[in-house]
């Protein structure tokens, strides 16, 4: 009935190439070629999709973060495929996370704020089904294959409202800015009523975001006992550090109240590993964990003062995009590091490529990334990426990010061109659009290119800043002119 | 998927082609194994090839031999036609020179690219033009310039220093222009320092712009002897030597000038607001004959540059594009200069000589725009056109690639009207130049100046006129009828009230000198031509840039 890959069959030999290469070459993508010949195709297996909101790939230990605050994750890197060169399609969580459902980009799913119309008293709330009635979910998908669909959440951003819910059997999305305290326990609650049925569950918190704090409050278990800053870590404070860099375009720290920020977050992305691993303990007690597929990433990352501003969304630096992206298969050693660049829209298909379902004629037309899955098995995959934010109506922004390390940004309203070195410059400070012309007016070119080629011509649109709050407190003091 | 192979149909270079394909694969999910495409297997054609802009003011193609005019004023541009591709409906997307060919320069519409008028501010203009983008790919850029529209009023208030960061001037190495003084009084000279630029650069990958205003009236006034009479009627003197006019700097001299000619409408000559003498063909023959004299003395011009090109065996690594910036009236409807969209006015001659001889002989009948050149030099040297661009390259079609009309209909905006530029500059400068009223006129022309002043300082922009065209029907559109009677030149200089049509609409093939409005006799093409020009229109409207530095971007503090 399944066409399993056997791993076991596999074992002894993956073991002699993977030794024999890490003695002569300590390449990372070994087991991944090791994997050549392997089918890939799980038909009727579990998936697991976790969103860790507003985890930066920089964070995560077996993305290179020097601290070792992710074991979970870290471990299921290991065992797993840890593409190490992620970039979500957007830098927030309402038109990020759609795309992982869709297969689309934001632009075509059109979730791009929380309102569709915001003109007080007139305030229309985005909805999936209004605008993009066409576009079959994830959810659908899986669920027309005989899949129980799950969604449990932290709300807010993947609010069902906005359409997240469509397809799913049960969506939790009663904590505002809830974590994972609050949706894995529902999530494992579900799984115990469905855990003979083929499931699909979504798993997602808020832990790390500014607007969340654990409920029994900070431990400060990374903060540096010498501060003395102003900074208590709260919500409050993060919102007010948000707006002021949307206000000035910049913000002045100093070095103590960053560092004092960066263990804040580092404490978060640390317990929501630990209420991770509880979740992935209580799978393993079901006796579900080897039926299952898991796939960790983020919807985007945050901001820690890297260009001097706090939160996401307003920009489209690697500190918002880069994300990390593991995916666990069942059995062992189906493990490889993959340095090459992929994007989140890839998700949707790989995962229906993995899990081997039926798709719709119209579902496959739809998808507009690829399964990663030949990836696993040791092809190159390695592509220009795109990403776009039209953030509170505050920007317009739209990047490629390309194979050879590039990222070219430009902003809508301004015209405003930014081209970094990834490479030498990995914290994009430089902006060599003037000095490096030629490519900046190249990587223009196929940006507006690529958006045309999806339906939507960038110099046929107008892009008039205004307001379509996120935050309730956002919007005080709004009166229409 | 056919929506894909049309987009990678019309990408014609081979880098741009490769590009587009490991885009399509990217986009579109083809193996992952595809993505690695083999590089363009020829090296682009922007790495070697040289381009020459040559830029003609008031040529109209109808004087050119290579056009079909019967006397012989243009033997070397003849020639160069036989060696291009030439299209014989190329048409000029404004009437007046700066408006005109910025669009050229940006493939823009006018209202688009922000080059509205004779006064823009310089940080409104687009700055993504030809020479801008030759220069990302390692071009030496040079314009050498007798068209003060190119430098007069953007560069410098005196005109004296050309400022290099300025609407025209900016992203060229080098701007040479011509000065008044020992070459004769105009500055509307041949640019011969484009001979000297062309042998001291032969060796550098250039981009050279040759901008000519020597056939601009006053016609043949720096076209030297015996070229300058060889046309002239026998025996003739100049009509308005005969007529009491007040003393300026050209008006008595035998150049048929604007000084002149502003005060002819409808063939009468307009003194004191009234007519004061009607021109005979002969009259209409001299002027006639003296613009020949300067296109003839522009072609020995252009003979001497192809001659020098080919004799620095540059022939074969250099396309040469020669245009016209716009054409000219020459007594047609009455009226001389370019105040309008006529087809005397906006139908451009074209043709563009390929290094390898590719379409050589080929006349296109077909409509093409001024916003076309632009994308086509782009295309056949490999490099991607901008995606501001509103014009699209020739090259599909020449190549048979594509066989859809690049365009069936071309989009005019007459841009500003005139009498915007008189009464933003043009009047106080003439009155500085000499004494170019007779009393009688000049009590009113106070009156005059401040009125039209007045209402147009009320507007937000300057105001224009927009038309359509197809190879076989003209429809113009006064956008505001009554504000244009109101300020007319012509119903000032002749003390009248003439009323324009608010729509007109000519049969270009029963009526080519557009003499006859037909716009109530054949409603359904009104209607047909009228719906696309005002969809162009609301299109152009929304593309114009509204961005302003100062918008702020509204965010409400965090309380």
């Known amino acids: ?481 | 998927m056919s929506q894909r192979r049309a987009a990678a149909k019309a990408f014609f270079s081979p880098v741009w082609r490769w590009l587009a394909a490991c885009l399509a694969i990217t986009l579109w999910g083809g193996g992952p194994i595809l993505a690695q495409a083999a590089p363009p297997p020829t090296v682009p054609r922007h790495e070697s090839t040289n381009v020459i802009l040559i830029s003609l003011q008031c040529l109209r193609p109808d004087h050119l031999g290579a056009y079909g005019y019967k006397r012989d004023t243009s033997p070397n541009i003849d020639a160069l036609g036989k060696q291009s591709v030439l299209f014989e409906n190329a048409i000029s997307q404004a009437n007046l020179t700066p408006v005109a060919q910025m669009s050229v320069l940006t493939s823009q519409y006018p209202r688009v690219n922000g080059m509205v008028s004779f006064e823009v501010d310089p940080a409104q203009v687009s700055q993504n033009t030809l020479p801008t983008i030759l220069k990302h790919y390692g071009y030496t850029t040079a314009a050498t310039i007798s068209s003060p529209e190119f430098f007069m009023r953007y560069d410098t208030g005196s005109g004296a220093v050309v400022n290099p960061g300025d609407v025209f001037s900016r992203s060229f190495d080098y701007y040479g222009r011509t000065r008044r003084g020992l070459g004769g009084r105009s500055i509307r000279k041949v640019p011969a320092e484009a001979l000297q630029w062309l042998t001291s650069n032969k060796d550098k990958k250039f981009f050279l712009w040759i901008a000519s205003g020597l056939i601009h009236m006053p016609y043949a006034a720096a076209v030297p002897a015996p070229t300058q009479a060889m046309y002239d009627p026998a025996g003739y003197t100049p009509f308005w030597k005969a007529l009491p006019l007040p003393k300026s700097e050209s008006a008595d001299s035998n150049d048929p000038s604007y000084e002149v000619f502003s005060r002819v409408f409808r063939n009468d000559f307009y003194l004191g607001f009234k007519p004061v003498y009607h021109l005979s063909n002969e009259d209409i023959d001299y002027v006639n004959a003296r613009y020949d004299a300067g296109v003839r003395y522009t072609d020995l011009f252009v003979g001497e540059v192809l001659k020098l090109v080919e004799s620095l065996n540059l022939t074969k690594k250099t396309l040469v594009v020669l245009q016209s910036i716009h054409g000219e009236d020459l007594g047609e409807q009455g009226n001389f200069f370019h105040y309008d969209v006529t087809d005397t006015v906006i139908k451009n001659a074209l043709m563009m000589r390929f290094p390898e001889g590719e379409f050589a002989g080929r006349r296109m009948r077909e409509q093409v725009q001024g916003i076309d050149i632009l994308p086509t030099v782009l295309n056949y040297l490999d490099i991607p056109a901008p995606h501001e661009a509103q014009g699209q390259s020739l090259l599909p079609f020449l190549n048979g690639e594509q066989t859809a009309l690049p365009n069936e209909y071309a989009y005019i905006d007459r841009l500003p009207w005139w009498e915007y530029t008189l009464s933003k500059w043009y009047l106080e400068f003439k009155n500085a130049q000499g004494d170019y009223f007779v009393p009688a006129e000049k009590e009113k022309l106070v009156e005059y100046q401040k009125m039209i002043k007045e209402r147009f300082d009320k507007l937000e922009a300057p105001p224009g006129d927009i038309a359509i065209r197809s190879n076989e029907w003209k429809l113009v559109f006064r956008k505001d009828k009554a504000l244009l009677d109101e300020v007319s030149w012509w119903n000032f200089i002749s003390g009248s009230k003439q009323a324009t049509d608010e729509i007109e609409l000519y049969d270009l093939l029963k009526d080519p000198l557009e003499k006859t409005n037909v716009a109530s006799s054949h409603p359904e093409v009104v209607a047909k031509m009228r719906e696309k020009l005002s969809a162009w229109d609301k299109s152009i409207d929304q593309q114009k840039a509204t961005y302003k530095k100062e918008d702020k971007h509204l965010i409400i503090p965090y309380p």
Not at chain 1, 141 to 146: A, D, E, Q, S, T
Not at chain 1, 326 to 338: C, H, M
Not at chain 1, 403 to 415: N, P, S
């Open chain 1, 1 to 481: 009935m399944h066409t399993l890959p056997c791993p076991r069959r596999f074992l002894g030999l993956i073991q002699a190439l993977t030794l024999g290469a890490t003695l002569c070459l300590a390449g990372p993508t070994l087991a991944a070629t090791a994997n050549a010949n392997l089918p890939l195709k799980y038909k009727d297996y579990n998936i697991v999709l976790v969103s860790f909101d507003a985890m930066q790939a920089a964070h995560v230990h077996s993305l290179g973060y020097p601290k070792e605050i992710t074991p979970t994750i870290d471990a299921m890197a290991k065992d797993g495929f840890n593409f190490t060169q992620a970039i979500s399609v957007s830098s927030w969580t309402v038109p990020a996370s759609m795309t992982w459902f869709t297969g689309v980009y934001p632009s075509e799913h059109r979730l791009l704020n929380k309102f569709a119309i915001y003109e007080p008293p007139v305030e229309k709330i985005a909805n999936l089904k209004e605008l993009a009635p066409s576009i079959i979910t994830l959810a659908e998908v899986l669920k027309g294959n005989g899949y129980a669909t799950g969604g449990f959440t932290g709300d807010a951003g993947v609010n069902g409202v906005f359409g997240y819910k469509q397809g799913f059997d049960v969506y939790f999305d009663e904590a505002k800015f809830g974590d994972m305290e609050d949706s894995a326990p529902r999530a494992l609650t579900w799984l115990e009523e469905n855990k003979d049925k083929k499931f699909f569950l979504f798993l997602h918190g808020y832990d790390s975001h500014g607007q969340c704090l654990p409920k029994e409050g900070l431990d400060r278990r990374f903060v540096d006992p010498g501060y003395k800053g102003k900074y208590t870590g709260s919500k409050e404070e993060q919102e007010a550090l948000r707006e002021e860099g949307l206000e000035k375009g910049a913000i002045q720290l100093d070095e103590a109240d960053v560092a004092f920020w960066r263990a804040v977050y580092d404490e978060k992305i640390n317990r929501v590993d630990g209420r991770f691993k509880k979740f992935v303990d209580g799978l393993e007690k079901l006796g579900i964990k080897d039926k299952t597929l898991f796939v960790l990433t983020a919807d985007h990352g945050t901001e820690v003062y890297e260009h001097q501003r706090f939160d996401h969304g307003f920009s489209l630096y690697d500190e918002l995009i880069h994300v990390p992206l593991v995916i666990k298969l069942p059995g062992q050693n189906l493990s490889g590091t993959i340095p090459e660049q992929v994007s989140s829209i890839d998700v949707m298909p790989t995962i229906l490529d993995l899990l081997d379902v039926t798709m719709p004629a119209e579902a496959k037309q739809q998808m507009r990334g690829t399964s990663l899955a030949p990836a696993m098995r040791g092809e190159t995959v390695n592509r220009d990426v795109f990403s776009e934010t039209d953030y509170r109506l505050y920007t317009f922004k739209r990047s490629i990010r390309t194979k050879d390390g590039w990222k070219f940004v430009y902003t809508m309203e301004t015209k405003a061109k930014e081209l970094y070195n990834l490479k030498d410059d990995p914290h994009e400070t430089k902006n060599l659009a003037a000095t490096e012309s030629r490519l900046a007016y190249e990587l223009e070119q196929k940006l507006f290119a690529h958006f045309k080629s999806i339906g939507h011509d960038l110099t046929k649109e107008t892009w008039k800043t205004g307001l379509s709050p996120v935050y309730p407190s956002q919007a005080k003091g709004w009166k229409k002119k």
